[in-house]
Structure formats: C-alpha cells, structure tokens
C-alpha cells in the first residue's frame, strides 16, 4: 500500500496570506502527526490526533496555527496570516495505534517558503 | 522535559572504517529510543529503536541508562550509509522528541 502522502510538496507563499497543507495519512492508522522542521534542525512535535479529535496541540506555536481531521483520515494544517518565520519543512506522520512504542511513518514533507 | 543531543552535526569516515554516531537523552522516566535516517531526497524512516535489539543495514544501537546515551554503532562504514541520521524519544506520550540530527559522509 501507499505510505503517508503530503500536499503539495511545495508552496511559495507571500507573507499575510493564509495556506493549507494537506496530509493523506497509510490507511487504518488512527493517529497522526505533525511536525515543523526548520533549517539544521529536527522536526519538531506540532500536534497529535487519535481519531478525528486533537489529543494533543501543545506544540502548535500560536493561534495562527491549526489543524483539523474531521473523518479520522485525511488532516489539513492551516496557517493564517502567515510569517517568514513559518518557513520550514512541515512533515505529517501516521500510526497504527498513537502508543509511544507504535512506529510513526513519516510522508515527504512541504516545504513552505513565506516570501 | 525530555531532550536529546547529537553532539555532531557533520561526521566524515572512509568506506570501511568504523563509525559512531552519539545521542545522549535527558528525560526523567523510561524512554524509548529511535534512531530515523533521511536518505537523499527520500522521507524520514525508521533505522532501529532500542527494543526491538535488532541489528538494521549492519547498524546497532545500545541503551545506556547510566550514561543516558544511544549512540549508532556500524563496524565497517558503507557508501549507501551516507545519510542524515536522527536520535529520536518517546517519553511517557506519544511525541517524538528529535535531536538536530547528524550528517554522516561515507567517502570511497
């Protein structure tokens, strides 16, 4: 099967403007993940869904930020009023089961670049 | 809070040789440890994680609880090993902490 998709692989944007990223997580995983990967840096922990509810969204970095998954698949990162600190590789991942020793497969990334 | 540290950001070794990646950890409780490696132009995966004791691509990596460290392990270093290597947790939830990642070069 196909693993973790990411839409699109990359987006230009122009500071202000609004944007979504889209993440197609491997079919039957119930937990799914985003992460930030600025430059030099590892990704780091965004938010976390089980199901179509938001376990977690500590990591999302202020109220610019959100994300939704309302079917408990497909989930979309929204960016408002975007900043050129928001440049970064946005990597979305999915489990099987959100445990901590569950493997989380990672798609490709968009590479978001506010001008 | 749960941290991790690769102390190098570049590591260059010739084909053959050994090579050592270091990770050491900070967290409270009983983590579990990753490590997840980036070939060129391919997504982040899964080398090995501390549990399972596997040996992945010739690559082994041991907890050290009294050292808090995991550091990557291949005796004889292969040109398709260069890669964007990632010391990675899972403390008492879900999130993965990541260290900022070490770029190993493996020259002929």
């Known amino acids: 099967g196909a693993g973790v998709s990411q839409t699109p692989s990359n987006k230009v944007t122009e500071k202000g403007k609004y944007v979504e990223l889209r993440c197609d997580p491997i079919s039957g995983h119930t937990a799914l993940y985003w992460y930030r990967q600025s430059l030099g840096q590892g990704p780091e922990f965004l938010i976390y869904f089980q199901g179509t509810g938001a376990a977690d969204d500590s990591g999302l970095p202020n109220d610019r930020f959100f994300a939704v998954r309302p079917e408990g698949s497909v989930s979309t990162l929204k960016i408002q009023r975007t900043e050129r600190g928001d440049s970064a590789v946005y990597l979305c991942?999915?489990?099987?089961?959100?445990?901590?020793?569950?493997?989380?497969?990672f798609g490709p990334g968009t590479r978001l670049t506010v001008l | 809070a749960q941290r991790v540290t690769q102390p190098e950001k570049l590591l260059s070794v010739f084909k053959g040789a050994p090579v050592e990646l270091k990770c050491n950890y900070s967290y409270s409780g009983s983590p579990e440890l990753f490590w997840y490696v980036q070939y060129s132009r391919q997504r982040l995966q899964l080398l090995l994680r501390?549990?399972s004791r596997e040996s992945i691509k010739g690559f082994t990596a041991d907890l050290n609880k009294g050292e808090t460290s995991f550091h990557l392990k291949k005796p004889f270093a292969q040109e398709e090993d260069s890669a964007m290597y990632y010391c990675a947790l899972i403390g008492s939830n879900y999130k993965l902490t990541f260290g900022k990642g070490t770029l190993l070069t493996v020259n002929p």
């Open positions: 501390h549990i």
């Open positions: 991942a999915s489990s099987f089961m959100g445990a901590g020793g569950n493997e989380q497969f």
